[in-house]
Every structure is written in C-alpha cells, then in structure tokens.
C-alpha cells in the first residue's frame, strides 16, 4: 500500500472516532481537498481558505495521520518532525492543543516538554517553529505545515 493510500485509508477511521467523541466532523470540502492532494502524487499543497474554514483541525488530523502512519525514513537516532512554521509562535501553539487532544482521543501514547510533543515508542515529535531563517534551520521534517505564509515579511525588507 503506498503514502498515500495509507494516510487516505486511515482519514475515515479517524474521523469516526473523532466525531464519536464529539469533535466536529471535517467537511467536504476538506475531504476532497486531501483525498485529490494524495492521489496527485504532488508533493505541496496550498489551500486558500477564509477565516473559520476547518484549516486548523484538518490540518491537525493529516498532521497526526502522517506521523502516525506516514512512510517517513528517519535515520537512527534523529527525530523526525511535523513542523508547524508561523509568524506567531503563541497562535501555532494551538494546533499542538488540538493535536494533544487528537492523540489523546486515539488513545496514543505522547509526552510534552516546552513546545514539542513526543509520540512514544516512535522518532516522531510536533513542534511549532517561527518563521526565520534561524528559527526553521537543523531539523529533520517528515511534514510542515506553514501557517498563513502571506503574513511572513522581512521586517528590514518587507
């Protein structure tokens, strides 16, 4: 079975648990959105979404489908990460809540320290990164998700 095929196998059975629990369910819009992204084969993916538009939560559900079931090659002792880059540390610290609160409902065994989350027993961790040279730089990405890109400027530059 390939990437893909995986993470879009295991989007259903998560959401039936997500929703069993009384998460809001992902629309299908979102659905659509990931499913034709995997079957592309393309290896970038940017969605243009407005205010309240489930970018959050879905993001947060591939993100843990693709460190929990992603064929990602990390070499012995490193850690691989789902990076998530933004401007504002504070507001990408969010989706490390909502990804707590995931694993937590899956029943996946994690543990915290500062900004970084741990899956146990795997090479796998998520952590939030600002978005600068020296804040995105020596680190082993399996996948990023870069929170509202429009928004990174080089305050010298623009």
Same mark, same amino acid.
């Given at each position: 079975?390939?990437?893909?095929?995986?993470?879009?196998?295991?989007?259903?059975? &998560?959401?039936? +648990?997500?929703?069993? %629990? !009384?998460?809001?369910?992902? /629309?299908?819009?979102?659905?659509?959105?990931?499913? @034709?992204?995997?079957?592309?084969?393309?290896?970038? &993916?940017?969605? +243009?979404?407005?205010? %309240? !538009?489930?970018?959050?939560? /879905?993001?947060?559900?591939?993100?843990?489908?693709? @460190?929990?079931?992603?064929?990602?090659?990390?070499?012995?002792?490193?850690?691989?990460?789902?990076?998530?880059?933004?401007?504002?540390?504070?507001?990408?610290?969010?989706?490390?809540?909502?990804?707590?609160?995931?694993?937590?409902?899956?029943?996946?065994?994690?543990?915290?320290?500062?900004?970084?989350?741990?899956?146990?027993?795997?090479?796998?961790?998520?952590?939030?990164?600002?978005?600068?040279?020296?804040?995105?730089?020596?680190?082993?990405?399996?996948?990023?998700?870069?929170?509202?890109?429009?928004?990174?400027?080089?305050?010298?530059?623009?």
């Amino acid at each position: 079975m390939s990437h893909a095929d995986k993470i879009l196998d295991s989007l259903p059975r &998560l959401e039936t +648990r997500l929703t069993a %629990r !009384g998460w809001p369910a992902m /629309s299908p819009w979102w659905k659509d959105t990931f499913d @034709a992204f995997y079957k592309s084969g393309k290896r970038q &993916l940017v969605p +243009r979404v407005g205010r %309240r !538009g489930g970018k959050s939560s /879905s993001l947060c559900r591939i993100a843990v489908l693709e @460190a929990l079931f992603g064929e990602h090659k990390i070499p012995p002792g490193d850690t691989g990460y789902v990076a998530f880059v933004s401007v504002s540390k504070s507001e990408a610290n969010q989706r490390l809540r909502t990804i707590e609160a995931i694993l937590t409902t899956l029943a996946v065994r994690f543990t915290t320290k500062d900004d970084t989350i741990f899956v146990t027993g795997k090479p796998i961790a998520f952590r939030v990164f600002t978005a600068t040279i020296a804040g995105v730089s020596g680190f082993t990405s399996i996948f990023v998700v870069l929170d509202e890109a429009s928004k990174w400027r080089d305050h010298d530059t623009g």
